[in-house]
T-cell receptor, first 112, second 113 residues
Framework: LAKTTQPISMDSYEGQEVNITCSHNNIATNDYITWYQQFPSQGPRFIIQGYKTKVTNEVASLFIPADRKSSTLSLPRVSLSDTAVYYCLVGDKSGGSYIPTFGRGTSLIVHP | DTGVSQDPRHKITKRGQNVTFRCDPISEHNRLYWYRQTLGQGPEFLTYFQNEAQLEKSRLLSDRFSAERPKGSFSTLEIQRTEQGDSAMYLC???????????FGSGTRLTVV
C-alpha cells in the first residue's frame, strides 16, 4: 500500500487560499489519489479524486505533478466552516483488495 | 436513499457488557467497511465485506470483536466484554466497488465506563 505523508496541522484565515500537500513517493501506476474531509463527530466525506494533472470541482482543486509522487489539495477562499481534518489516500480505483487506509490527516484551522 | 446510516449514534455501557452496532449501507453498494477512530487519530480499518462475505478480518482488534453481514445488506459489529480502551468512534463505510471513494456514516460513539 502506498504510504502518504501530510503536515499534521495548518492555520489560515478566512478568504485565503489553502494548499495542503501530500507526499506519496511509492504510488503505483494504477493508484488514484483521493482526499476526504472530516468534521468532529462525523465520518469522513469525499472531496475530490484524481490521477494526474489537475482536477477541479465545486469544492476544491487537486494538482498532481507529472511524477505523481505528491499532490496538492487547494481550497479557494476558505471560510470558518472549512475547519476540519483533511486526509489524503492513494489506492487502486478498481477496488480489488484495496482497503482505504487513513493516516492522521492535516488539521486545518481557519481563523476569523 | 439518504446515505450510510449507523445506529445508535451514542452508546454508554459498563465495562464487561456486550454491545452491538448496526450499519445500513447505501442500498446498491456491495462493499461495507468498519473502522474505529480514537481522538486525534485517523480512522483505523477493522474489517470489510463484499456482499455477505467477510473478506478481511485479521485486523479486528481482538477476538472480542466480530462482525456480520448476513444477507449482504446491513451489518452489525459486536464487541463482547467491553473494556475502557474500546471507547472510540466506530465508523461504517460503503462503496460499489468500482471506484475507490467511500461513503461514510456518522459513526457510533462508544463510551465504556
Amino acid at each position: 500500500l502506498a504510504k502518504t505523508t501530510q503536515p499534521i496541522s495548518m492555520d489560515s484565515y478566512e478568504g485565503q487560499e489553502v494548499n495542503i500537500t501530500c507526499s506519496h513517493n511509492n504510488i503505483a501506476t494504477n493508484d488514484y489519489i483521493t482526499w476526504y474531509q472530516q468534521f468532529p463527530s462525523q465520518g469522513p466525506r469525499f472531496i475530490i479524486q484524481g490521477y494526474k494533472t489537475k482536477v477541479t470541482n465545486e469544492v476544491a482543486s487537486l494538482f498532481i505533478p507529472a511524477d505523481r509522487k505528491s499532490s496538492t489539495l487547494s481550497l479557494p477562499r476558505v471560510s470558518l466552516s472549512d475547519t476540519a481534518v483533511y486526509y489524503c489516500l492513494v489506492g487502486d480505483k478498481s477496488g480489488g483488495s484495496y482497503i482505504p487506509t487513513f493516516g492522521r490527516g492535516t488539521s486545518l484551522i481557519v481563523h476569523p | 436513499d439518504t446515505g450510510v446510516s449507523q445506529d445508535p449514534r451514542h452508546k454508554i455501557t459498563k465495562r464487561g457488557q456486550n454491545v452491538t452496532f448496526r450499519c445500513d449501507p447505501i442500498s446498491e453498494h456491495n462493499r461495507l467497511y468498519w473502522y474505529r477512530q480514537t481522538l486525534g487519530q485517523g480512522p483505523e480499518f477493522l474489517t470489510y465485506f463484499q456482499n455477505e462475505a467477510q473478506l478481511e478480518k485479521s485486523r479486528l482488534l481482538s477476538d472480542r470483536f466480530s462482525a456480520e453481514r448476513p444477507k449482504g445488506s446491513f451489518s452489525t459489529l459486536e464487541i463482547q466484554r467491553t473494556e475502557q480502551g474500546d471507547s472510540a468512534m466506530y465508523l461504517c463505510a460503503s462503496s460499489d466497488g468500482t471506484a475507490n471513494f467511500y461513503t461514510f456514516g456518522s459513526g457510533t460513539r462508544l463510551t465504556v465506563v
